[in-house]
């Protein structure tokens, strides 16, 4: 993987893990090892892993920016599990400076069709599927605009040759916005105050006070032995304290 410490500067590939821990009032509750550094796809694995141990799933989970994904939602709904998942720009639309907003186009859900800003009909022409690395698969809605040709805003709306497009996951859209409501109520504004004393001086802890930043052992079987340890120890200690 490439690694965040990159002293050489060129991007190298590294042998490593990416480690993933949940944490409740600063003690370890489950880890698991991932060979891809992609926050979002480790989430559906490592919460099934924690169903397997405590036969149930926490009501809610919080987590930065890194694991809001369509398939991340989807996945805590299916289960009523509360998700505080940022998404990636939830921080930046908060903080955006209103002037500059883009204007959402108008979508007229019994035509299932946009309006551009100039009012003209953005129709439906089909739609695109991705599948993740997890094999969830999302779906883009398409849409395109029937004359752009002449449009007074052309230069700054559409630079393309062609009529402008439009793609939109409109289920992602809406789970986008459940979770913008869940993270600005009042429990939601506690819990991502209590996320960053809650887990990451865990991972301080353990890479700064004791020093951990390489596994001694190869392969994932051995390197989850590790962090059990490790675990292990963290818990002891903070509950001898
Ligand atoms: S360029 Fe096309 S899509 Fe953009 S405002 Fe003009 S007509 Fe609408």
Redesign the pocket.
């Known amino acids: 993987m490439r690694m965040k410490e990159d002293y050489m500067k060129n991007g190298q590939l590294k042998p490593g893990y990416n480690v993933q821990i949940s944490t409740n009032n600063q003690y370890i509750v489950n880890y698991s090892h991932h060979p891809n550094p992609t926050d979002y796809n480790t989430f559906p694995s490592h919460m099934e892993q924690f169903s397997k141990l405590y036969n149930h799933l926490p009501p809610a989970v919080v987590a930065d920016a890194g694991y809001g994904s369509e398939e991340n939602y989807a996945l805590m709904e299916k289960f009523g599990v509360d998700a505080y998942l940022k998404y990636n720009y939830f921080d930046k639309e908060q903080h955006k400076d209103k002037s500059k907003i883009i204007i959402d186009l108008y979508y007229n859900a019994e035509q299932d069709c946009y309006y551009?800003?100039?009012g003209?009909k953005?129709r439906y022409i089909g739609t695109r599927e991705k599948k993740s690395d997890n094999g969830f698969v999302q779906k883009y809605k398409n849409y395109q605009?029937i004359?752009?040709e002449g449009?007074?805003?052309?230069g700054g709306?559409?630079q393309q040759m062609e009529?402008?497009k439009l793609s939109v996951n409109l289920s992602l859209k809406d789970y986008k916005s459940k979770a913008t409501e869940l993270l600005k109520s009042e429990k939601g504004l506690y819990y991502r105050s209590k996320r960053g004393v809650d887990v990451e001086p865990v991972f301080g802890n353990i890479k700064y006070n004791k020093g951990f930043r390489r596994f001694l052992l190869k392969g994932i079987d051995r390197t989850e032995i590790e962090t059990g340890l490790l675990a292990l120890a963290h818990n002891l200690a903070k509950r001898a304290k």
Do not use: I, Y
């Not at 449009?151 to 052309?154: F, K, N, T, V």
């Open positions: 551009c800003q100039m003209q953005m605009a004359r752009c449009c007074p805003l052309r709306c559409n009529n402008r």
